[in-house]
């Protein structure tokens, strides 16, 4: 079972933040947050991960809470195309075997607006 | 240049036949994996091979077989196929099995009559 928690759906403003909330109050310490997306009748795409600091790509950015019990993406200047259901998944790194499987949920789905 | 590619992406058959779905990956990865994404949406992974070796069986059928006939290459073979073998079809890819950040195809969707 995943061990994240998410809003089922969010919806955002063309060229506005969209911050994507994850609840994730179980991770381990060697756990890190990843986040993919969904868009529509294609395959899952990778965005950003971190462990505890704020890391920041040419996609988003995430925000991870001192605790690390949850984080937010943040898609700075969301477009239409931005339209995609977003997983947050919590994973060991550099562990193979079943223990380093991305377990998907449910997601959010988030939709931008004109 | 497509990263991580699937054949044939739609696959209509009749129930209790055996059919195969293609992956190939030009990314230099080491890694391949198959996931299965049914009609509620649920994305679940089925195997992945590493270094021509299986590592992963979630529990899937033994009806799905994956074959490898080199590390660029993850075939998935299913045998006596059954109508709740309807899904959704994703292979994907990474830079050993410890990688979290995976490459996955576009996907192929296979309806069982």
């Known amino acids: 079972d995943a061990k994240t928690t998410q809003p089922p759906s969010m919806d955002c403003a063309e060229g506005r933040a969209a911050n994507l909330p994850c609840n994730h109050s179980?991770?381990?310490?060697?756990?890190?947050v990843y986040w993919y997306r969904q868009i529509h009748s294609q395959g899952p795409q990778y965005i950003i991960h971190?462990?505890?600091n704020n890391e920041t790509n040419e996609m988003a950015s995430l925000i991870i809470t001192e605790d690390r019990k949850s984080s937010t993406l943040i898609l700075p200047h969301a477009t239409l195309r931005d339209t995609a259901v977003y997983y947050c998944?919590?994973?060991?790194?550099?562990?193979?075997?079943?223990?380093?499987?991305?377990?998907f949920g449910k997601g959010t789905k988030l939709s931008v607006k004109p | 240049d497509t990263a991580v590619s699937q054949t044939p992406k739609y696959l209509v058959t009749q129930m209790g036949n055996d059919k195969s779905i293609k992956c190939e990956q030009n990314?230099?990865?080491?890694?391949m994996y198959w996931y299965k994404q049914d009609s509620k949406k649920f994305l679940k992974i089925m195997f992945s091979?590493?270094?021509?070796?299986?590592?992963i069986n979630e529990t899937v059928p033994n009806r799905f077989s994956p074959k490898s006939p080199d590390k660029a290459h993850l075939n998935l073979h299913i045998n006596s196929l059954e109508l709740g073998d309807s899904a959704v079809y994703f292979c994907a890819s990474s830079q050993g099995l410890a990688g979290g950040q995976q490459f996955f195809g576009p996907g192929t969707r296979l309806t069982v009559l």
């Open positions: 990314l230099g990865h080491d890694t």
């Open positions: 998944i919590v994973r060991v790194l550099g562990y193979g075997g079943s223990q380093g499987n991305l377990i």
């Open positions: 091979y590493n270094n021509k070796e299986l590592i």
């Open positions: 179980t991770i381990s310490g060697n756990e890190y």
């Open positions: 971190g462990l505890k």
